[in-house]
C-alpha cells in the first residue's frame, strides 16, 4: 500500500557503518521522518538526482564523503549533525549546526536531528 509522504522532512544519514545507518534510520522513521540511508558521495548524487531534498543531514565525519567537495558544498547549506571522533586532530572541516563525540547513542543522534528540525519550523 503506498502513502504519501508529502510535507515529510527528509534527512540524509551518511556514514559508512551499516549499523550505524540502519539504528538512526529506523529511530527518525518511528517519529515521522524519511530518512534515507547513505554510504558514499555518489548514494546522495543519486538522491539528489532522483528530486531527494535533505531538510538535514547526520554526517560520520569519518566517512570519505565527509571529504567529498560536492558533500561538504551540501553540509554548508543544510542544517548537519556531525558525528566526529575525540581523538581527531583537528576539528571536523564542517560548519555543522551540531557535532556529538563518540561514543554517542543512536537517540543522542534522533534527538539532535529533531531539535534542528524543530527550529526549521519556528
Known amino acids: ?26 529511530e527518525l522513521r518511528e517519529r515521522g521522518i524519511k530518512a534515507l540511508g547513505m554510504e558514499n558521495a555518489e548514494e546522495i548524487g543519486r538522491a539528489i ?14 566517512a570519505k564523503a565527509a571529504s567529498d567537495p560536492a558533500v ?5 547549506h543544510t542544517p548537519t549533525v556531525v558525528i566526529a571522533s575525540r581523538v581527531a586532530t583537528s576539528p571536523p572541516p564542517h560548519p555543522a549546526a551540531k557535532v556529538l563525540f563518540r561514543p ?19
Do not use: K
Not at 534527512?11 to 545507518?21: D, H, I, K, P, Q
Not at 554517542?104 to 519556528?122: F, P, R
Open 49 to 62: 538526482a532522483a528530486g531527494e531534498a535533505p531538510s538535514a543531514i547526520v554526517l560520520d565525519a569519518s
Open 72 to 76: 561538504q558544498q551540501l553540509v554548508r
Open 104 to 122: 554517542v547513542q543512536i537517540g543522542e543522534i534522533v534527538a539532535a536531528v529533531s531539535d534542528l528540525l524543530n527550529g526549521l519550523s519556528v
Open 1 to 26: 500500500m503506498l502513502h504519501c509522504e508529502v510535507g515529510m522532512p527528509v534527512v540524509f544519514v551518511v556514514a559508512e557503518e551499516w549499523m550505524l545507518r540502519a539504528g538512526i534510520r529506523a
